[in-house]
């Protein structure tokens, strides 16, 4: 799970990339392959954070509300996101 949310960040990042214009030769092809590209390169802390998570994630939400576990969950998801794609950015660079 954790991977394909960077995945779909990855697909983001490149996409606006893309879309800048910033290499025109370049295709959708190539964003898809980009973007696996860096979830591979960061897969060492992707996986490694998604399990965190996975152990750390039932402790915090159990004395809350449905919607404050939603709200707790969302924001450790963005924040993972943050972390994974500012690691990512570093690592290829």
Known sequence: MAA???FVWALLSFSYWFFQGHNPGET???IIVYAAH???VAS???LSL???IGVVMPSVIKPCSQRTAFFKGAVLGVF???ITVVLTSFSME
Do not use: E, M, Q
Request: hydrophobic share 70%; net charge neutral.
């Open 4 to 6: 394909s949310g960077a």
């Open 38 to 40: 860096a979830v591979f």
């Open 80 to 82: 993972a996101a943050i």
């Open 28 to 30: 959708v092809f190539h």
């Open 44 to 46: 060492w802390f992707v």
């Open 50 to 52: 998604g399990g965190l």
